[in-house]
T-cell receptor, first 113, second 115 residues
Framework: EAGVAQSPRYKIIEKRQSVAFWCNPI?????LYWYQQILGQGPKLLIQ????????DSQLPKDRFSAERLKGVDSTLKIQPAKLEDSAVYLC???????????FGPGTRLTVL | GESVGLHLPTLSVQEGDNSIINCAYS??????FIWYKQESGKGPQFIID?????DKRQGQRVTVLLNKTVKHLSLQIAATQPGDSAVYFC??????????????FGSGTRLQVQP
């Protein structure tokens, strides 16, 4: 069974530029999560989708971060404009609806210069 | 601040020894905990979980102990192998105001296995 796919794996941008990350969850997983993992810390939930609807975006910095999952499958996370403190690994995870176990992708490492 | 935290940032053990990774939490209402393993360049991987109605749960070479009195849990890895080298996180899976559960991770412990 294929795991959670993410792209790109690495991205380097200048501050104030925009960037987008893509996630393809495991087939059949209705719930999709985006996490931010700053170096030396544990992942922090940014947003949770149930199918194509947002169920929790309380920790998403909405002035610069946005995410969508238009067709309830793939998802895109965007940062516009990026700041230096956005340098982190952005992890996508998915799970069956109502299930506790989340499956994580390899992440996208973002460096903001 | 985070409600889940770890005592030690790095643990170094000899191959074949047992490893114990500790984690403290502050919310007495927490009822579900998960241990994750994260290898370099990869996302976290589920190891084992435990609910608050249990004190102990065993998996293959791993055991999780939960002490609700002192709000502490530990992950024990038996006969540690080089492949166990990774960062280990305890995560609290709590129900939020949305009614849905969400994970809150601690900062992690790096386990280094010496050959």
């Amino acid at each position: 069974e294929a795991g959670v796919a993410q792209s790109p794996r690495y991205k380097i941008i200048e501050k104030r530029q925009s960037v987008a990350f893509w996630c393809n969850p495991i087939s059949g997983h209705a719930t999709l999560y985006w996490y931010q993992q700053i170096l030396g810390q544990g992942p922090k939930l940014l947003i949770q989708f149930q199918n194509n609807g947002v169920v929790d975006d309380s920790q998403l910095p909405k002035d610069r971060f946005s995410a969508e999952r238009l067709k309830g499958v793939d998802s895109t996370l965007k940062i516009q404009p990026a700041k230096l403190e956005d340098s982190a690994v952005y992890l996508c995870a998915s799970s069956f609806q109502g299930a506790d176990e989340q499956f994580f992708g390899p992440g996208t490492r973002l460096t903001v210069l | 601040g985070e409600s889940v935290g770890l005592h030690l940032p790095t643990l170094s053990v000899q191959e074949g020894d047992n490893s114990i990774i500790n984690c403290a939490y502050s919310n007495s209402a927490s009822d579900y905990f998960i241990w994750y393993k994260q290898e370099s360049g990869k996302g976290p991987q589920f190891i084992i979980d435990i609910r608050s109605n249990m004190d102990k749960r065993q998996g293959q070479r791993v055991t999780v102990l939960l002490n609700k009195t002192v709000k502490h849990l530990s992950l024990q890895i038996a006969a540690t192998q080089p492949g166990d080298s990774a960062v280990y996180f305890c995560a609290e899976n709590m129900r939020r105001d949305t009614g849905r559960r969400a994970l809150t991770f601690g900062s992690g412990t790096r386990l280094q296995v010496q050959p």
